[in-house]
């Protein structure tokens, strides 16, 4: 080989050529812009979701103690009957109960309660309503099969 082609030869190795870059699409190369060093670029915000609705806790013990005894009574006080209480009471026993379940908890309730809220605490004034008429009726309850176990919306 001559010499004095060898310059010619290398000078495409030694020489910078322009950054290209390829694209998938076709192979018409794509100049590539040089990224400047400096301050980094903040990365976009985060979506804020909405904060969960609320129901105002007054509205929320309110509406509990009216619904509570009819969901407790459905079954026409039958139940209560197993207490030797007459099924025509159930109402206002129930009611008289829950008030009080629903005023015990409210003490330690949050001023505003999401769905989530709202139901676990419900959860709970079952629950103790369930407890209260227990304590209070224990030993009248009758030694029946069908009074060992409450309906299933009282367990």
Do not use: Y
Not at 137 to 144: A, G, R, V
């Amino acid at each position: 080989m001559n010499a004095s082609l060898l310059p010619i030869l290398l000078l495409p190795l030694i020489a910078p050529l322009p950054a290209m870059a390829q694209t998938d699409a076709d192979s018409v190369p794509i100049p590539v812009q040089p990224q400047v060093l400096g301050e980094p670029v903040p990365p976009p915000p985060i979506p804020v979701e909405p904060p969960p609705e609320t129901v105002p806790l007054a509205q929320w013990l309110e509406a509990t103690k009216a619904r509570m005894p009819d969901h407790i009574c459905q079954d026409k006080g039958e139940w209560l009957a197993c207490f030797g209480l007459e099924p025509g009471s159930c109402n206002e026993r129930a009611e008289r109960i829950s008030a009080l379940c629903v005023d015990i908890l409210a003490e330690n309730m949050p001023t505003a309660l999401t769905e989530a809220q709202a139901a676990r605490w419900s959860i709970e004034a079952a629950r103790c309503f369930n407890l209260t008429f227990l304590n209070l009726h224990q030993e009248t309850l009758k030694d029946d099969e069908s009074c060992r176990t409450p309906p299933a919306h009282l367990r």
